[in-house]
């Protein structure tokens, strides 16, 4: 029997096939889920060719039983590859750092709102090998592009080049900024988590960079606040604007557990997935692609909205800070378009810590019903959905097992994710499978998976210790 950390039900892709062992992802990692302007043509076409060999077997869904092993057997294949490739092309051995990507199980849209997200980590991962070097270069390489990097450390562009490892730039610049001293370092990336799928393969980048890029330093700052250089390298040097969820959930999540984090002050409690719970996540295969800037759009809407409660509050700083009553005062003032996102936000802060209260009195039907609403005001008010995704969304209705779901991350394309009771999740993806290629004429790739830990340090046999 295979045993994987996440399973594609009935999908299978090429690496997978090549190395004959199923079932993880499509090796990409470079897309920004929000600026897709900053890739260059090529590493495009190249990540475009390799999705293309993803191809969809109907009869074939794997099974395992979850435990904690798959993920280790999973990481130890990656590891060992990632070590020889690293060796084969430096020399030398290196030491692996591994960062997450994340579902969103609610609270969409709310971080840059000063508000509250639920998200977790998944098995999908970026792995990033470094070893030191005697001069002060940054060599950068991947596994999945053609193209490398290379300059001196104290000579970084200052302006984005507009290919993949703009991501590992802005942190070693946002790491300096904070008086980081960074040696001379080579560095090569292997990355699983799905391009454009909305699970954060962006944020799993800068992360493992970041561990790879403090190796040798003297310094080691405390996981929020690698979560706020990573995110800061996003907004100042890639230009997206986006809040902290997806860094933070891939520093500092925990194993079987998701993060209810309070994005104002950073104040965060784990909230255990009860146990027979599976997340079954549901790639709809249109890439979410934001390119036409309508993620900063929605910021800056929410922007509007801010400026219009203060005038009536001067403690409104952020959607966060506006009550129920102060929204409904002054709705009938308000543009409708800025009505309706600020409803959303204001709404869904409420309902994320509605589902945490309900997750950790295992009172699932309530969890169902918030996730369900979550992507109403989504889809409606927030108007971030897309007709394949609100089609996921109702292929899951009445499934075998099915607790509730939502579609997940920044929208226009990507995921959803439901929650599924595990001894139900396989049928459920194949029957959710099948509702969505007859819905949309296209083959979707399920993944089944749980709440993983966040970034860590690995060697070739185990975990060897937490960075920070
Ligand atoms: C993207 C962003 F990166 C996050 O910060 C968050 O805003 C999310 O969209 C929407 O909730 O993943």
Redesign the pocket.
């Known amino acids: 029997m295979l045993r994987y950390p996440i399973r594609c039900a009935g999908v299978e892709t090429e690496s997978a096939r090549i190395r004959q062992h199923g079932l993880t992802c499509a090796g990409l990692h470079c897309e920004s889920?929000?600026d897709r302007e900053c890739y260059s043509a090529k590493n495009l076409a190249h990540s475009e060719a390799a999705l293309r060999k993803i191809h969809f077997r109907k009869s074939e869904i794997l099974r395992d039983n979850n435990n904690d092993s798959l993920s280790n057997d999973h990481r130890q294949m990656n590891i060992s590859h990632l070590s020889g490739q690293f060796e084969k092309l430096f020399g030398t051995r290196p030491q692996i750092y591994r960062a997450p990507g994340r579902v969103?199980l609610i609270g969409?849209?709310?971080?840059?709102n000063d508000g509250f997200?639920m998200p977790a980590a998944i098995a999908f991962s970026t792995y990033v090998a470094v070893a030191p070097r005697r001069d002060r270069q940054l060599a950068i390489h991947s596994e999945q592009f053609p193209d490398s990097f290379e300059c001196e450390l104290d000579n970084l562009p200052q302006r984005r080049t507009g290919s993949w490892w703009d991501y590992i730039l802005g942190v070693a610049l946002e790491l300096r900024r904070r008086g980081l001293h960074l040696s001379g370092a080579n560095l090569l990336v292997h990355g699983e988590v799905p391009i454009g799928a909305?699970l954060?393969s962006s944020a799993a980048l800068e992360v493992a960079s970041a561990f790879a890029l403090m190796n040798r330093t003297e310094t080691s700052l405390p996981r929020p606040e690698i979560a706020n250089v990573c995110r800061q390298a996003e907004n100042n040097f890639v230009g997206a604007r986006?809040?902290?969820?997806?860094q933070f959930v891939s520093c500092l999540a925990r194993g079987g557990h998701a993060i209810l984090l309070d994005c104002r002050t950073l104040e965060y409690q784990f909230v255990p997935v009860p146990a027979g719970i599976q997340f079954v996540v549901c790639n709809t295969m249109v890439k979410h692609d934001l390119a036409s800037g309508t993620?900063n759009t929605r910021r800056a809407e929410c922007e509007e909205a801010v400026r219009y409660f203060a005038q009536w509050d001067p403690a409104v700083h952020a959607l966060r800070d506006v009550s129920v009553d102060l929204l409904n005062q002054h709705a009938a003032d308000l543009p409708p378009i800025i009505l309706k996102r600020a409803r959303h936000v204001i709404f869904e802060n409420q309902r994320t810590r509605d589902a945490a209260r309900a997750f950790a009195q295992g009172d699932m039907l309530t969890v169902g019903q918030l996730l369900h609403a979550s992507h109403c005001s989504l889809r409606d008010l927030y108007e971030v959905s897309c007709r394949e995704l609100d089609l996921m969304v109702e292929a899951a209705e009445g499934l075998p097992g099915f607790i509730g779901g939502r579609m997940t991350?920044?929208g226009f394309g990507g995921c959803t994710v439901n929650l599924v009771r595990q001894e139900d999740a396989d049928e459920f993806a194949a029957q959710i499978a099948q509702r969505y290629r007859a819905g949309s004429g296209i083959d979707p790739q399920i993944y089944i998976c749980s709440a993983e830990d966040g970034a860590q340090a690995l060697t070739t046999t185990s975990p060897v210790r937490n960075p920070a």
């Open positions: 889920s929000i969103n969409e849209h709310t971080d840059y997200v909305g954060s986006v809040g902290i969820m997806d993620y991350g920044g």
